[in-house]
């Protein structure tokens, strides 16, 4: 290529091409570069490539390159770095196959036209050979995120598809992602690729930067790999290759993390699955799957709604429906009450009628279901018919009933505060069954005292249950402050990190713009319980854990690694309502943030439960509570 500047020292710079002044010339001359560059051996050829990738981030949509050959340039490069490894260790060629499988996924991120000429240009069997590793993971990550890109368009989909062997490697990379970057890199720092190290963190990091990018790129690896089989996921005739039990059981667990939480990752494949009879069965038949989900349907994940989905769907196919319907009601029934969910309206509604019509079309035989699962279900029918009812009760007789059950709510409260902590949880259940349907907030409060008393009784699947309610009703949907804390603790009883730990979250989240001065932040200040528990969870699921265990890296209970600080003693832990006592004998969680005048009671924020070092669980935790 002629040299263009006569100040660039460099002849064929293609920086110098780039300034060119006359279009028919500038685009001669680049089509000349990406037809000359592959076949070229001089040093400096990674400073053109990463001034193309750039340039695909920053300008995916322009076509100006992909008519002149960018996609065959960048496929021939890739082969280059496969077949000439004296070449790829020469200066810092290196880089080189990284940057041109991104460059690849960044131009047919968006337009399918452009995807319909990089398979023209055959850039699929050279990013199928860093998928398979014939490089490192780093080659990998961006080579399942060219492919994924290039299968979600029907026209070229076929191609992808026709490499038999992408899919299966799509399974074994998402199954093994977070191990191979834990093993390959993350575990020993001495050991790391100086040029793995300069991707990760673009010269500006040492050591920690680079494993906090590590994480957020293994999870992008998993995710991205999870994306690719997602598109086969809609293909009915590639079902029966994902749906092996030892890949679906594991998909609950592939969440991302708190890296990539906008990637719907795992719960996304699996609503794609149960969206075809072809998948659904194989879902049913993993009980385990089916415990996930409802623990995601209950969760304020923002992908929930996915996995409320996946149980609706399994409710409504008959050939699935008596395999999960025991499983799956208590957790519906639960979330009965919601309204919107995103951009998803009428939720709640959906749920009732599908389980209305389970109820109806259920006969004997093997598709009979238990008398509670019938039991749960009429009471949930016959609350919809109480609501009907009380639109045509007169006022007065609705503040009556309203009266009544605030009454005894404060029964409940004076003995809870006593120590009888059944006793409260009864009289709560008592003042739901008074309380109008229609009054949300107060019945937001009485579900919410009711899942404390379960905590204190030791019983957690009844504390998610009622604080799951109270956060169905709440409005917003799943910002109720309490009721999320109550939420989390139950789930730490359980060993749920995941999901104590988003609950945590977004408890600290609701402090922090509450307006309420037991709940708001002090000092922007959070709270140490809430911190305590944050980093133990975040200790626990943390995204190299079960890799870090297998490889040696953790070695005990709650030990996840240097990086998040050492374990805490969770016998000093505290709840949300017994912190940040004040001098004043106030605790940091009094009453709800309830409007309603009715409600209030100044009286009952002083009351403080009278033993407040009485053990109550078996780790010591201590409650003094004030409930609302």
Known sequence: MDKVSSDCPYPGCFFCVMKEGNPSKRRGSILKFFRELPSQDDDGQVLPISGLWNTAMAHPNDPEFIELGIFECMAALIWKGLKNRRWLSHDQNIYIPYYAAHIIGSYTMNMEEFAESAVHAGVIPPLVELLRGRLTWVEQRV????????????????????????????????????????SHFYQYVDRRLSYHCDLLTRGMGGVEMESRKAEEWASQLQCWSLQLINCFAFKPEFLPTICK????????????????????????????????????GPVASCPGIIEALCNIARSSDDWQYMAIDCLLWLLQDPNTCHKVFDKVVPALIDLAEITTLGDHKKFGDSIVNVLQDCIQSQGSGRNSVSN????????????????????????????????????????????FSSG????????????????????????VVLYSNRAQCHLLL????????????????????????????????????????KESLLDAILFINECSQSNDPDLSLRQNKVPDYAERLVKKQMRVAWLFREAAIKHGGVHSQGD???????????????????????????????????????????????DKYDKPSIKVLDNDWNFALTQT
């Open 458 to 497: 030791q019983q957690p699947l009844s504390a998610i249950s009622d604080a799951t309610r109270a956060l169905c009703l709440h409005n917003p949907v799943n910002r109720h402050a309490k009721s999320l804390w109550r939420r989390a603790q139950a789930y730490d009883m359980l060993g749920l990190a």
């Open 420 to 443: 009888n902590i059944a006793g409260a949880a009864s009289k709560y259940s008592e003042a739901l069954s008074l309380c109008p349907m229609r009054s949300k907030k107060e019945r």
């Open 372 to 415: 509670r699962s019938k039991e749960q279900i009429e009471d949930l029918l016959d609350s919809k018919q109480r609501l009907k009812r009380e639109k045509n009760m007169p006022k007065e007789d609705l503040h009556i009933k309203q009266a009544a059950a605030l009454v005894v709510k404060l029964e409940g409260n004076s003995l």
């Open 560 to 606: 996840g690694g240097d990086i998040y600080g050492p374990e805490t003693d969770d016998s000093e832990w505290e709840t949300a309502s017994e912190s940040d006592i004040g001098n004043d004998g106030r605790e940091g969680m009094g009453d709800d943030d309830d409007d309603d005048g009715d409600w209030k009671d100044e009286d009952e924020r002083k």
């Open 143 to 182: 080579a399942v995120r060219a492919l994924g890109h290039l299968a979600t368009y029907a026209s070229t989909f076929p191609a992808v598809a026709s490499h038999g062997e992408i899919l299966e490697l799509s399974i074994q990379l998402a199954m093994s992602s977070l191990e191979i970057v834990y």
């Open 245 to 280: 039990p030892e890949f679906l059981i594991k998909l609950p667990g592939m969440w991302g993390g708190l890296v990539n939480e906008n990637s719907p990752a795992g719960i996304g494949l699996l609503r794609t699955i149960c969206h075809h009879k072809l998948g659904r």
